[in-house]
């Protein structure tokens, strides 16, 4: 088992930027990728970002991004703390959701590839 406790959510105005993390522990060896999701109110959830947690060769890219956050959004590893950080700029009230960190072995966009989940996050974007 592998659990997943994030941090960092909160209200901000929008410009602003805000960064969330998430600390994994159990059986870590036993995940390969970590990422973000989000949902919004009476919305479906959304995949945000994920990163592969070593080397990253295999796929082409260590990291990948929903079209909506590129540019504005970055993953990043601390692998010896076993945790990902995703920093947050540029936050618009759009970006406003329960923002929830996934664990797998495999890179995917795809929440259903995601077996671990943390508890979420609000994240509030002001106008």
């Known amino acids: 088992q592998v659990q997943l406790v994030e941090s960092g959510g909160g209200l901000v105005q929008a410009g602003g930027s805000l960064r969330l993390s998430c600390a994994a522990s159990?059986?870590?060896?036993?995940?390969?990728?970590m990422g973000w999701f989000r949902q919004a109110p009476g919305k479906e959830r959304e995949f945000v970002t994920t990163?592969?947690?070593?080397?990253?060769?295999?796929?082409?890219?260590?990291?990948y991004y929903g079209d909506s956050v590129k540019g504005r959004f970055t993953i990043s590893r601390d692998n010896a703390k076993s945790t990902v950080y995703l920093q947050m700029t540029s936050l618009k009230p759009e970006d406003t959701a329960a923002y929830y960190c996934?664990?797998?072995?495999?890179?995917?966009?795809?929440?259903?590839?995601?077996?671990?989940w943390g508890q979420g996050t609000q994240v509030t974007v002001s106008s």
């Open positions: 990163i592969v947690l070593s080397g990253g060769s295999a796929y082409g890219s260590s990291t």
């Open positions: 159990g059986r870590t060896s036993s995940v390969g990728v």
């Open positions: 996934a664990a797998g072995s495999y890179l995917s966009t795809a929440e259903g590839r995601y077996r671990y």
